[in-house]
């Protein structure tokens, strides 16, 4: 497994879920080792939240997570240091793979928007880079 300072975003891709077909709704699911790749230890999910606002604005040094749109739409900017991407979650079967050591800016929130987050690991906030000169220094401690 490479280190978080040398994860890119290549290292986070779209992982497509299975979708089980009912006549009285759909069901997607998510499990460990099995959909994504690694042990749920958290959940959690945000919502209500205000036109315009941002969600995350940090990278983490270890923790992996798998962002959902639960409902709604919103978009994904990765950042690793040098490169950029975006990706726009609007599907509840369909999630995005981060990988630590890669900057994530979730925005352009829809009203009514619910975003899941699934983390391989219990909440730690020493695991957090939330400044973002921080992060640059942390990513480029690998480069020499």
Known sequence: MTSSRENTIHDCSLISL?????ENGNLTVVEDFNEIPFKIKRVFYLYDIPGGEDRGGHAHKALYQFIV???????IDL????????????RP??????APGV??????????SV????CSDVYDES???RNFEDFLTYKSANAK
């Open 115 to 118: 975003c899941a987050v699934i």
């Open 127 to 129: 695991d957090y880079i």
């Open 103 to 112: 900057w994530n800016t979730l925005h352009n929130f829809s009203s009514g």
């Open 79 to 90: 950042h690793d240091g040098r490169d950029t991407v975006s990706f726009t979650l609007n």
């Open 18 to 22: 299975s979708r089980h077909h009912h």
């Open 93 to 98: 079967f369909q999630g995005l793979l981060v």
């Open 69 to 75: 749109a639960i409902s709604g739409s919103f978009t």
